[in-house]
T-cell receptor, first 114, second 114 residues
């Protein structure tokens, strides 16, 4: 069964370092998303991406964050200078099309900023 | 921002009992999805509801979307220990410029003891 895959599963980094989280969405999907979940808190929307550009972003997704689909298969989230409060599970998700409601999530990448 | 309120926050029941989890909002949603999340993993989609008044059944799980598409419920019949998990609802308010921005509730933690 097709699935969204994410790497790494866990990354530990020092405050101020750059981090890139990678995702391979389901192959025929067109809409891609990043969400995050701070431990014990709700899943929060970060950004949506369609047709090689950002469709929508939340207040969390500030200038320190960027997304890219460099090669037609990977979808990456970059945090330029990590802060302690960026520690969270980051989930990538993809969706087939506008009329298709189902959002499929990856297993997540746990980011720990020290 | 559409807020989704889930209740109760925590539910502990014995195997064989029934339970209902609620998801309420003041906003109208184009679609609403229910997920189950295990610790350290991504949310796993259970069902998508899109039509007001819609009822969907998935084995012992029954999902209902309110007539006004502002609320939903998940009912589990004869709960089993394998039903233990965090149940999340997520609503999408679809507009011309916004697709796939699902807002999540905080979740209901269900524990089913043998």
């Amino acid at each position: 069964e097709p699935e969204v895959t994410q790497t790494p599963s866990h990354q530990v980094t020092q405050m101020g370092q750059e981090v890139i989280l990678r995702c391979v969405p389901i192959s025929n999907h067109l809409y891609f998303y990043w969400y995050r979940q701070i431990l014990g808190q709700k899943v929060e929307f970060l950004v949506s991406f369609y047709n090689n550009e950002i469709s929508e972003k939340s207040e969390i997704f500030d200038d320190q964050f960027s997304v890219e689909r460099p090669d037609g298969s990977n979808f990456t989230l970059k945090i330029r200078s990590t802060k302690l409060e960026d520690s969270a599970m980051y989930f990538c998700a993809s969706r087939g099309g506008r009329g298709t409601g189902e959002l499929f999530f990856g297993e997540g990448s746990r980011l720990t900023v020290l | 921002t559409q807020l989704l309120e889930q209740s109760p926050q925590f539910l502990s029941i014995q195997e064989g009992e029934n339970l209902t989890v609620y998801c309420n909002s003041s906003s109208v949603f184009s679609s609403l999805q229910w997920y189950r999340q295990e610790p350290g993993e991504g949310p796993v989609l259970l069902v998508t509801v899109v039509t007001g008044g819609e009822v969907k059944k998935l084995k012992r799980l029954t999902f209902q979307f309110g007539d006004a598409r502002k609320d939903s419920s998940l009912h589990i019949t004869a709960a089993q220990p394998g039903d233990t998990g965090l149940y999340l609802c997520a609503g999408e308010a679809r507009t011309t410029d916004s697709w796939g921005k699902f807002q999540f509730g905080a979740g209901t933690q269900v524990v089913v003891t043998p």
